[in-house]
């Protein structure tokens, strides 16, 4: 080994202990998707979505996603967008070799969301969720069995909606996306208005 190597042996060594010299380690979990560090920030889990707190299967999720990151050291990975508006990390966390965005959407604890410009696990997340979806896995033993004539999305926000939906019919017609099926909206990672609810059957409020 020459003097040279050996220095740029060292000068990786090192930037590779600064990177990783801080653990981050997950203080609370708010939701299946949002959780706090100990250090302070907020994590958004990016490509997935899971429902609102009070809405159906919130707990569900919250617990899926308890179960896989509360306490632990955690590593992550950012796409293109680093930080959301409101000053979250948006990033795909692993506990160890557990891809944890993943792993939620495999096991039918979460919903596909790809937001551009952070897409990089689209095709992978798409096929996750589809496995799940065809198993009954999580939440998808409670799709709604029956198609809607169409669903209406935003190019803006990728969330698609029944037709009857309030909010739906506030979208203006130049933003307007047309889905002629729950399988075109989820293919193209789309994921659903938790309120109208057009993925899953209705479901009695104030089941805890
Ligand atoms: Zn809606």
Redesign the pocket.
């Given at each position: 080994m020459t003097y040279k190597s050996i220095t740029a042996c060292l000068l990786a060594l090192f930037i590779y202990s600064l990177a990783w010299a801080e653990p981050l380690k997950v203080k609370k979990v708010y939701s299946g998707e949002v959780v706090k560090l100990q250090q302070g920030k907020k994590v958004k889990y990016i490509g997935i979505d899971t429902p609102g707190e009070g809405k159906f299967f919130f707990e569900e999720c919250k617990i899926a996603n308890r179960k896989l990151v509360a306490e632990k050291d955690i590593t992550i990975e950012h796409d293109v967008l680093k930080e959301d508006s409101a000053g979250r990390l948006l990033g795909y966390v692993y506990v160890g070799d557990v891809f944890v965005n993943a792993q939620l959407l495999k096991n039918g604890y979460a919903i596909v969301d790809i937001v551009p410009p952070n897409k990089k696990y689209a095709d992978l997340f798409i096929s996750l969720q589809k496995e799940a979806r065809k198993n009954r896995r999580g939440i998808w033993r409670f799709e709604d069995p029956n198609d809607e004539p169409y669903y209406?999305a935003s190019k803006n926000i990728k969330?698609?909606?029944?037709p009857g939906?309030?909010?739906?019919k506030e979208i203006s017609f130049d933003k307007r996306i047309i889905f002629r099926s729950k399988d075109e909206a989820l293919a193209k990672g789309y994921s659903?208005?938790w309120?109208?609810?057009?993925l899953f059957r209705k479901q009695e409020e104030g089941k805890k």
């Open positions: 209406i969330k698609f909606h029944r939906c309030r909010i739906a659903q208005d309120r109208c609810n057009p």
